[in-house]
């Protein structure tokens, strides 16, 4: 089959996105999927998000332990 591939942005120097990352391409490496990850400049990020250039992407956090439920609903916030 097809192996699947994915695009996942981040904000660079932000370490709970960096370590939010390093999970997710590790649980989804071993299910399978190609993940091409890249922590980019705020500017750069802004721009690759506003452009819809990505398959998913890790977002500003209320910080760790975040309230996982408002972290998922503000991805249906426009230009947060």
């Known amino acids: 089959g097809t192996r699947l591939s994915l695009f996942m942005p981040?904000?660079?120097?932000v370490s709970?996105?960096?370590e939010i990352e390093?999970?997710?391409r590790a649980d989804l490496t071993a299910l399978g999927f190609h993940i091409r990850s890249a922590a980019l400049s705020k500017e750069t990020y802004n721009e690759v998000v506003?452009?819809?250039n990505f398959?998913?992407?890790l977002t500003e956090s209320w910080g760790n332990p975040y309230d996982p439920h408002s972290f998922a609903a503000s991805w249906r916030t426009a230009n947060e």
Request: net charge negative; charged share 20%.
């Open 55 to 57: 398959s998913a992407v």
């Open 10 to 13: 981040y904000t660079q120097g």
């Open 50 to 52: 506003s452009s819809g």
């Open 16 to 18: 709970v996105f960096e």
């Open 22 to 24: 390093d999970d997710i």
